[in-house]
């Protein structure tokens, strides 16, 4: 089946510091791919999405291009700050197990701690 | 504007004992339902989906059930809790079916003692 995979982590960062959370993944035909991230105690926000090869997903400073290739969807940041840290997930669309309906397939979150 | 709330946002609960959880969204009709749990290790697992009243697909075998009583209502149910359904539980919905991407809700966290 599809599957995701990223860096585990923890990530710990200075503030301003350059981030780059590593997404690859396995899939059959064309998924959309996102990231979500999660605050403490919180749900899951979605932060960006690409839906075809080449798109770029950006959102408050993040950015993730949808590379074919490599089939890969790393995260990045120019700069972090403090209220970046928080727990990034990577997610692809998915047919569900009977093939009716779509979900998400999540890798396992990568914890990203950003010191002032 | 559409929103997702989910109650109560934390729950402690005795082995055996039985569980209802509720999630709503305000603002949307027909959406696609979602059920996740998040255990310790972060990751999330897929529990229930619901495209409609009443239609529930099941994922995963659990000591879980779901139910879809009304259009933007979902609601998770145990009749007798164990220890290993303590974690964070997850309602989320997806708007429309040209699109992939999902919205979650503030979660519930449950503890089973």
């Known amino acids: 089946g599809n599957s995701v995979t990223q860096m585990e982590g923890p990530v710990t960062l200075s503030e301003e510091a350059f981030l780059t959370i590593n997404c690859t993944y396995t899939a059959t035909g064309y998924p959309s791919l996102f990231w979500y991230v999660q605050y403490p105690g919180e749900g899951l926000q979605l932060l960006l999405k690409a839906t075809k090869a080449d798109d770029k997903g950006s959102n408050k400073g993040f950015e993730a291009t949808y590379r074919k290739e490599t089939t890969s969807f790393h995260l990045e940041k120019g700069s972090v700050q403090v209220s970046d840290s928080a727990v990034y997930f990577c997610a692809l669309s998915d047919l569900n197990s009977g093939g009716s309906n779509y979900k998400l397939t999540f890798g396992k979150g990568t914890l990203l701690t950003v010191n002032p | ?113």
């Open chain 2, 1 to 113: 504007s559409q929103t997702i709330h989910q109650w109560p946002a934390t729950l402690v609960q005795p082995v055996g004992s039985p569980l209802s959880l509720e999630c709503t969204v305000e603002g949307t009709s027909n959406p696609n339902l979602y059920w996740y749990r998040q255990a310790a290790g972060r990751g999330l697992q897929l529990l229930f989906y619901s495209v409609g009243i009443g239609q529930i697909s099941s994922e995963v075998p659990q000591n879980l059930s779901a139910s879809r009583p009304q259009d933007r209502q979902f609601i998770l149910s145990s009749k007798k809790l164990l220890l290993s359904d303590s974690g964070f539980y997850l309602c989320a919905w997806r708007r429309d079916p040209s699109s992939y991407e999902q919205y979650f809700g503030p979660g519930t966290r449950l503890t089973v003692t």
